[in-house]
C-alpha cells in the first residue's frame, strides 16, 4: 500500500480563507478588526521566525497585529505587567506569548496571567480544564489543527483506536482529549512506555509528537493507518518529522509530510482561535465553518 499525503498546506490555506471571510463578517458587523497581541522576549531565532509568520498571517487575515518584543533582559514582573495591559485592552481579542520564555521566567505564572477568554494557544489552565470535561474552550493549535486533518481524511473517528505518543501540555495531553471527545479509545504513550511499537500497532490513528527524528517506523504501523507527525526536527539542515516517512507510506493508509503536513495548520488555527476569541467576547454566535 502506498499511502495518500494529507496536504496540510492546501487544508491550512482553506481554513485561512475562511478565517479571512469571518473576519470582514465581524468587522463589517462590529466596526472594528479582531486583534492579536504577539509577546516575544529575546532573540530565540525560531521563535522570532514564527512572530513574523504569526504577524504576516494576522494581517493577511484581515486582523489587527500587536507585536511587543522584549529584550532578554525582561523581568518577570515586566512581563507580567505587559499581559495585563493587553488583557485590558478592548481591541486585543487574543494574546500569545511565544515560548520558550528566557530562563528566570515561570512560563506556568506568565500563562496563568492570560485572560483565559484571550488565551488563543489554549495553555491556560482554565481552558485545559474546560477542554478536559467538555465544555467549550479555547483549544491548543497544533492538537486543534490535526483533529481538522484527520476528521477531513477520515470523517467520524468514533469507535477508532488512537494511539498518541507524546504527552506535553501543548500537543500530547491536548490531542489526546480532543480524541475522546470524538469517541476514539485513547493511548497516550511517554518516554517510559513499554514495547511502543506493539503498543502503535493497534492504532488506526497514530499521532507522534515526540521531537525525535523518524523514530516511527512503517512495520511499527497496522496496515491502513492514518499517520499525522507533528515532530519538527532539523537533521543537517533538512527538516524531518517524528515518522519515518519512507517506510511508513508504504504500510499507512494516509501521512502527513513534514514539512507541508501539521506544521501550516498551526498558524491557521491561531487565525482561527481569534476569530473565534473575538466573537465570544463581542457576545456574538461563534463563526461558522471553522
Ligand atoms: P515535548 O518535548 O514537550 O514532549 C515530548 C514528549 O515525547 C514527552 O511526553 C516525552 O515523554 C515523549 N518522548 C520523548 N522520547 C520518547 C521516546 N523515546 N518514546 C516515547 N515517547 C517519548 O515536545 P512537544 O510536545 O512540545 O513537541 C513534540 C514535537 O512536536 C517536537 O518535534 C516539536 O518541535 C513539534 N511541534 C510541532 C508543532 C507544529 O506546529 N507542527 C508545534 C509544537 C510542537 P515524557 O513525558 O515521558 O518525557
Redesign the pocket.
Known amino acids: 500500500m502506498v499511502a495518500a499525503v494529507i496536504d496540510g498546506k492546501a487544508f491550512a490555506e482553506g481554513l485561512r480563507g475562511r478565517v479571512a471571510e469571518g473576519v470582514a463578517a465581524f468587522t463589517a458587523s462590529t466596526g472594528r478588526k479582531p486583534g492579536l497581541a504577539v509577546v516575544l522576549v529575546g532573540q530565540d531565532p525560531a521563535s522570532q521566525v514564527y512572530v513574523r509568520s504569526k504577524g504576516k498571517a494576522t494581517i493577511a487575515a484581515g486582523m489587527e497585529s500587536f507585536e511587543h518584543r522584549l529584550p532578554e533582559t525582561t523581568s518577570q514582573e515586566e512581563l507580567i505587567a505587559l499581559v495585563r495591559r493587553l488583557n485590558d485592552n478592548e481591541t486585543v481579542d487574543g494574546i500569545l506569548v511565544q515560548l520558550p520564555l528566557p530562563k528566570g521566567i515561570d512560563e506556568q505564572a506568565v500563562i496563568a496571567t492570560i485572560d483565559p477568554a484571550k488565551d488563543v494557544d489554549g495553555f491556560h489552565v482554565i481552558n485545559a480544564g474546560r477542554l478536559a470535561v467538555g465544555e467549550e474552550a479555547l483549544v491548543p493549535?497544533?492538537p486543534l489543527?490535526c483533529l481538522m486533518l484527520l476528521k477531513d481524511r477520515l470523517g467520524d473517528l468514533s469507535g477508532k483506536e488512537a494511539v498518541v505518543?507524546?504527552?506535553?501540555?501543548?500537543?500530547?495531553k491536548p490531542m489526546a482529549q480532543l480524541l475522546l471527545q470524538q469517541n476514539c479509545t485513547v493511548t497516550i504513550?511517554?518516554?517510559?512506555?513499554k514495547d511502543?511499537p506493539g503498543v502503535v500497532r493497534r492504532a488506526d490513528i497514530v499521532v507522534a509528537?515526540?521531537?525525535?527524528p523518524e523514530?516511527v517506523k512503517g512495520d511499527w504501523l497496522k496496515p491502513g493507518a492514518a499517520v499525522i507527525d507533528?515532530?519538527?526536527?532539523r537533521v543537517d539542515g533538512k527538516l524531518v518529522?517524528?515518522v519515518d516517512f519512507a517506510s511508513a507510506s508504504e504500510v499507512a493508509g494516509a501521512i502527513t509530510p513534514v514539512p507541508g503536513g501539521?506544521?501550516p495548520?498551526?498558524i491557521a488555527v491561531l487565525l482561527r482561535n481569534t476569530l473565534v476569541a473575538a466573537h465570544a467576547r463581542a457576545g456574538l454566535a461563534p463563526p461558522e465553518g471553522l
Open positions: 493549535c497544533t489543527g505518543i507524546g504527552r506535553s501540555n501543548i500537543v500530547g504513550a511517554h518516554s517510559r512506555s511502543l509528537a515526540v521531537g525525535r523514530m507533528v515532530g519538527i526536527n518529522g517524528d501539521v506544521g495548520m498551526t
